[in-house]
C-alpha cells in the first residue's frame, strides 16, 4: 500500500459521477473506457493511485523533471506559504525579484527581463503582445507546432483541428514547414511588414520532431536579415530537458523572446515565464501595466522557481539528463531491433524527451493502456496521436530505468498483434 497515503481513499464512483455532472462528460466515458485509475498522491518518481498502486511516472508532459516533491522545492514552497502566498501587486514583491535574477542567469545570451505567467499558453501570450509592441504586423509559425490554446496562442498553434472551430477569432498567422528555411524565407521575403516568428526547437506534441542540424542558426540568421522577431518557445524542450539548458543552446542559438515553462516550478507550482532582451522588453518597461497577470509571479511560486534552479545545479540534472538519455535511446533502439520493430516503429528523442511513432493511433493508445496496467505512466501526443511520448525524470534509479524498458517490452507485446 501506498505509505504516503494520509487521506481517505477517493471513492470512484463518487469520482466518476461528479466528473460526469460537473466537470466534463466526455473525459468521464473515456477514462472510463480506459479503465483509468484516481490518482492520490505521488512522491520522487513515482505516483499513487486510490487503491495503493505503485506507478513509476515517465510522463507529466515535461512537468516532473525534479519528480514530484523533491524535498528541497517542497521546503521552500512551505516556508514562502507560512509567511505570504499571494502578493499584494502593489508593493514590491522580493521573491519575483530573486526569482528572475536566478532564471536570467541561466538563460542564453542577453535574455535579461523575465515575466512570470501561470501556463505555457500565457508564456506565448505575453510573447506574442511584446512582439506586437516591437512593431510586428505579422506572424509566422510553423505547422505541426503547439504554443496554446488560449486565443493568441492558439492563432499561431500549427493544427487546423484546434483552430477552426474559432477561426472568426484568431488573428492571422501564416504557417510554414517545420526544419524547411527556404519556405521560411519566401515568407519573410514576400512582404515588407515586420514579422513575428515563433517555433518550438523540438516540436513535443507533434510527436518530438527534430529539427535538421543548422535549422535553428538559419532561422536566426533570416530573423536578422528581414528584421524579424524571433519567439522560441521552449516551453517542453527548455529547463534542462534535453541535455541542454535550452534546446537552442546546441546551436548556441539566441532568441528575442524565449518562452519557458512546464518544469519550472519543479512540479510543484504552475508557472510560465516568458524572458526577452532589454531591447525587446523596452514596450513592458515603459510602460508596466500594458500586460498584467493578477496571479502571475505570487511569492508561492516564486520560491518555487528559485528551489527549482537551485537543485537543477547542485544536483546536475542537465548534464544527468543528457547521459539518461542516452542510455535510454540505446536500450530503447536495441529493444525495438530485437523485436523486429525497428522499422515498424520510430523513435525520436532528444535527451529525456523521446517519442515512438506507431502504424496509427489505436495501436498507440493501446501502449498507453498496456504500459498503465504495468504501471507506467507516458505521455500522448496532441498533435499526433500515433505518437507516444516519455518524459521521465533524471532522477530515475538503474532499478527504475529497468522497470520502464522492461514495462515498454511486455506493452509492445500486448499492443502489436503480430508480436
Sequence with gaps: MN?????PAADAAQVDQYFRQHVNSGYARLASLMNLPIEQSSHGVYIYDSQ??????????????LGHGHPVVVAAVT???????????LLLNPQQAFAAQALAAHCPGNLDYVFFCNSGAEATEAGLKLARLNGCRRTLSTLGGFHGKTLGALAVTGRESYREPFSGLLSESTFV???DSAALEQQLRASPDKACVILEPIQAEAGVILAPPGYLTRVRALCDQ?????IIDEIQ??????????ACDQEQVVPDIMLVGKSLSGGCVPVSAMVASAAIYAPFNRNPTVHTSTFGANPLAMAAVQATLQVMVQEDLVERARLMGQDLHARFSALLQQRGLAERVKLR???LLLGFEFSDASVAANMVMALIEQQIIVCHSLNDHRVV???PSPLLTAQDCNRLIEGFAHALTTSIPSL
Design 349 to 351: 528523442s532528444a535527451g
Design 79 to 89: 516556508r514562502q506559504l507560512q509567511q505570504n502566498a499571494l502578493a499584494s501587486k
Design 389 to 391: 511520448r516519455l518524459t
Design 226 to 230: 528581414y528584421g524579424a522577431v524571433l
Design 177 to 179: 514547414p517545420f526544419g
Design 237 to 246: 524542450s527548455g529547463m534542462g530537458r534535453t541535455g541542454h539548458w535550452w
Design 52 to 65: 495503493g498502486r505503485k506507478y513509476l511516472d515517465a510522463g507529466g508532459y515535461g512537468v516532473f523533471f
Design 3 to 7: 505509505p504516503l497515503l494520509t487521506e
